[in-house]
């Protein structure tokens, strides 16, 4: 039986072997996540303005965090870019 060489050659060599002809030598590729997180944060209005008003709240005091707001708006903005992000992936 023979063996499947390409299961042992390192994983940047593979992943510029499929990318040939998708991209410019010179190009670097482009993350699209940043992007796409910034467009879904606009979709999550009560989740961010509730971290915001924590955030003010945590300030005049001087103590505390905002840990579970944060993590409500982490959540929101999740939902909105999964199905964007893994629509770009093949």
């Not at 994983?11 to 510029?16: G, K």
């Not at 409500?72 to 939902?79: A, E």
């Amino acid at each position: 039986s023979t063996i499947s060489w390409t299961l042992f050659r390192p994983a940047e060599e593979q992943i510029r072997e499929s990318r040939r002809g998708k991209m410019a030598d010179d190009e670097d590729p482009v993350d699209p996540l940043p992007a796409i997180r910034a467009e879904c944060l606009k979709s999550c209005p009560a989740p961010k303005a509730a971290y915001e008003a924590c955030i003010k709240r945590i300030e005049a005091k001087g103590a505390g965090d905002c840990e579970a707001w944060y993590f409500d708006m982490l959540h929101c903005v999740d939902k909105c870019v999964a199905p964007k992000v893994f629509a770009t992936l093949k």
